[in-house]
């Protein structure tokens, strides 16, 4: 089956940079649709910055100019470069990952939204936290 992994959270202080990674093991298809979400104590799960497998991006209005979301070449890897990093982005992010969802999940992102429903393949988190 396919299984996803983050890595790269950490601390820092306001102001700061940071970058999460996602690797796909197993793979079982030669195209993905994936998203980065977050969730603080208290509060629901939120979409943060997907991409689609042509490459277009969607980001949540609160990172925009901030975040970045991209693969790489082999495109068995998810970033998520993060900088000017402030204490409300303090969270666990999540990576996740489609298949055959994609389409209804492009449907969605030309709204400007990023919904967690439509992904099927979930890492376990890694903690980012943000200090003033």
């Known amino acids: 089956r396919v299984q996803l992994r983050e890595s790269g959270g950490g601390s820092v202080q306001a102001g700061g940079s940071l970058r999460l990674s996602c690797e796909i093991f197993?793979?079982?298809?030669?195209?993905?649709?994936m998203a980065w979400f977050r969730q603080a104590p208290g509060k629901k799960r939120e979409g943060v910055a997907a991409?689609?497998?042509?490459?277009?991006?969607t980001y949540v209005e609160t990172v925009k100019g901030r975040f970045t979301i991209y693969q790489n070449g082999a495109e068995n890897t998810l970033y998520l470069q993060m900088s000017s990093l402030q204490p409300e982005d303090t969270a666990m992010y999540y990576c996740?990952?489609?298949?055959?969802?994609?389409?209804?999940?492009?449907?969605?992102?030309?709204?400007?939204?990023?919904?967690?429903?439509?992904?099927?393949?979930w890492g376990q988190g890694t903690q980012v936290t943000v200090s003033s």
């Open positions: 996740a990952a489609e298949h055959w969802g994609c389409s209804a999940i492009s449907d969605i992102q030309r709204l400007g939204r990023i919904t967690s429903g439509d992904y099927g393949y």
């Open positions: 197993e793979s079982i298809y030669d195209t993905y649709c």
């Open positions: 991409i689609e497998s042509d490459g277009r991006t």
